[in-house]
């Protein structure tokens, strides 16, 4: 079995993607709860978040993370009204 | 929930009755978000508990890089996230050896070109992939290799970084160098990554 027609895209994709200067993913968790608030509330984020959007377009895991803290704040913003 | 964010913090770094309340406030606070959070996935209680209980150690391990640009409880439910889902992703992957995901990580071009798709763009999807073989071969490190091809097929980081004695920031830097030598080379041989995206399906 090899690398699926899926994967390759995947990686181009990455590749094309890639910037000189990213965030990693520990920097990525210290700003993304600021992000997911500002993302939910429709506000403009500074430059130092659009390094959170960027590294989310990277990383799997951290956009999975992102996704779930957003469902969240959504469900409690929806719960207490 | 009426604490700030000042009040949050005063009463964590306290000791005695107003640091076990806010404790205690923070842990069903949590409990409840994670719960949320975690409900497209199949965890129980125990799961959920044990979750909370680890990253109430890593807050109050971590107050001082809570910069109040968020909600606390924003920050701390960022931080019981990646705690739950890195467990989740543990457990899946556990029993699963990096040799084993990396038996599965090779490419041919010919198999991977669309033969639906037009002559000239076959040919130019070939060349492209042929080139992207040669930069993974030749300008990658082996560790750079191992963990790019891991990553792409699914294994988690921290899996991946556990296998390499690394750890999840490191790999992310790993990754990162592969990712800039392969666009490098790709632009070096005419390849302009935007012009490379475009052409992907989205």
């Known amino acids: ?81 | 929930m009426s604490r700030d964010n000042d009040r949050w913090l005063t009463d964590l770094r306290e000791d005695g009755e107003a640091r076990e309340a806010a404790l205690s406030e923070l842990r069903t606070a949590l409990l409840r978000n994670l719960r949320q959070a975690l409900s497209r996935y199949s965890v129980d209680d125990a799961f959920l508990e044990d979750a909370v209980q680890d990253t109430l150690l890593r807050i109050l391990d971590r107050l001082g890089q809570f910069q109040g640009r968020s909600r606390f409880l924003t920050w701390a439910t960022s931080i019981a996230i990646r705690v739950a889902l890195g467990e989740l992703r543990r457990g899946r992957w556990k029993d699963v050896s990096l040799e084993g995901v990396l038996a599965t990580a090779g490419f041919v071009p010919d198999q991977i070109v669309d033969r639906e798709s037009p002559p000239q763009a076959q040919a130019e999807r070939r060349a492209l992939l042929h080139t992207l073989q040669q930069l993974i071969e030749h300008e990658l490190t082996e560790r750079q290799k191992t963990a790019l091809l891991a990553e792409l097929k699914g294994m988690p980081q921290d899996e991946i970084a556990r296998h390499l004695g690394s750890n999840r920031n490191a790999l992310y830097k790993l990754t990162h160098d592969a990712r800039k030598r392969l666009k490098r080379g790709l632009e070096t041989a005419g390849y302009a990554a935007e012009d490379v995206v475009a052409t992907l399906p989205r």
């Open chain 1, 1 to 81: 079995m090899t690398l699926s027609k899926k994967e390759i895209d995947s990686l181009l994709r990455l590749v094309g993607l890639t910037r000189e200067s990213e965030l990693n993913c520990e920097q990525c968790l210290a700003l993304v709860s600021e992000f997911a608030e500002r993302q939910l509330a429709g506000k403009s984020v500074s430059e130092s978040l659009q390094h959170v959007e960027h590294h989310l377009s990277i990383c799997e895991e951290c956009r999975e993370e992102y996704e779930a803290l957003r469902r969240t704040l959504e469900a409690v913003e929806e719960q207490d009204g």
